[in-house]
């Protein structure tokens, strides 16, 4: 076999494999994505009653309003690269990533066990603290507590909206996803999906 045939064989074999891997592969999982997975292809995005995202099912939302379910604390700063020139008020954005900060760091004792710390913060708001409460997920962005977390914050809610306690176990209840497959991971309570389904039964 010559030369010149062994070239245009790799040639050719190059040729297929760049159509197919960078052609039609990524066309057959963009098609199929959207067909068969729309809403997590796009970003699993949630809309309020009146039809506008707020945000997305995969991303966390701090939270402050006694009103509402507290999400988990995070070290993500929520904002655009240069937010003193954000005059056109561009829609901010986060970059996920853990404080990388040692059990024994004295900036996260702090962050936790000092006077402006979460446990104080949780327990001025009458609500025992629990891990998920007090310390930040690995990527910083986890949209879910447990349910555990969820329900420690019922007495400051029901107070707050002026409704019964056992409507909002009933809510928990409902928003808590299972374990993936249903063997994989914890059960989790998505804040904001709660927080959406908590306004729906009181304002």
């Known amino acids: 076999m010559s030369q010149r045939h062994q070239i245009s064989k790799a040639i050719r074999a190059t040729l297929v494999l760049w159509v197919l891997t960078a052609f039609i592969y ?53 904002s655009t690269a240069n937010p003193k ?6 829609l901010k954005t986060g970059i996920s990533g853990a ?4 059990p024994s760091n004295p900036v996260l004792l702090e962050r936790i066990n000092g006077n402006e710390g979460e446990i104080k913060r949780l327990k001025k708001a009458g609500i ?5 409460l ?8 986890d949209p879910h507590i447990t349910p555990e977390s969820a329900k420690v914050q019922i007495t400051r809610i029901a107070k707050a909206r002026g409704v019964e306690p056992q409507q909002l176990e009933t809510l928990i209840s409902q928003n808590t996803d299972g374990r993936f497959l249903g063997i994989f991971g914890e ?16 304002k």
């Open 26 to 78: 990524p066309l057959f999982m963009l098609i199929s994505g959207q067909v068969a997975f729309s809403y997590q292809a796009n970003g699993s995005l949630i809309k309020n009653s009146q039809g506008a995202i707020i945000g997305s099912a995969l991303i966390g939302q701090p939270f402050a309003s006694e009103k509402y379910f507290w999400s988990r604390p995070s070290t993500t700063n929520y």
């Open 134 to 141: 007090v310390y930040t997920s690995g990527s910083s962005l």
């Open 99 to 102: 404080s990388n900060l040692a």
């Open 187 to 202: 059960p989790g309570v998505n804040v904001l999906k709660l927080n959406l389904a908590v306004d729906k039964i009181s």
């Open 85 to 90: 020139k954000d005059e056109a008020n561009i």
């Open 128 to 132: 025992q603290p629990t891990a998920d």
